[in-house]
């Protein structure tokens, strides 16, 4: 699970996270997660734009991981629906390596801040209490925590207890 605060820019095929082809993306006027093949699975991107939203995506690695997804905009638990092809991808995602704001795409022209990845799904409860403060860097599950105010000029810390430091690139 992700969970972050947006502001998307507009344009299409840009990528708010990236687990490796697995993402949240924008195309074909929807936004949600795509598993490489821009079988987007989501929401219109049309009321996300210019605005800060605050977003939750639980990821599912393995087949048919639509069934499993959800995409929480602002707390609000969305209904998703296919923007583009159905993936027929069979594909496990999950290989440690993840993007915020890049990857195979970039987020030009957006904003993302606060973002936390988190082992396991998050509760309602849970999810719009982030909406209004930010993790302390110590929860269970947490596995990283990054608010983008202590950043070197290539070190993107990581402020939970795990210490998982990224490379940023702008």
Known sequence: TVSFWMKWGG????????????????????FGFNTGSSDVYGISSAPLLNQWHHVTAVFYS??????????????VE????????????TTNFNNGNFYIAGGFKSFEGGKIDE???????????????LMNCSPSG??????????????????????SVNQNHGTYDN
């Open 115 to 129: 973002f936390s990845i988190w082992n396991g799904q998050l509760s309602v409860a849970e999810i719009q209490s």
């Open 138 to 159: 110590d929860e269970p599950n947490l596995v990283g925590y990054y608010d983008f105010e202590n950043m070197s000029s290539s070190v993107c810390y990581d402020q």
């Open 62 to 75: 393995g087949v048919n991981s639509h069934s499993y997804e959800k995409l929480y905009i602002d707390g």
């Open 11 to 30: 344009g299409e095929q840009r990528v708010a996270f990236d687990f490796n082809y697995y993402n949240l993306y924008f195309y074909n006027g929807g």
């Open 78 to 89: 969305q209904s998703l629906s296919h923007f583009n092809s159905v993936s027929n991808s």
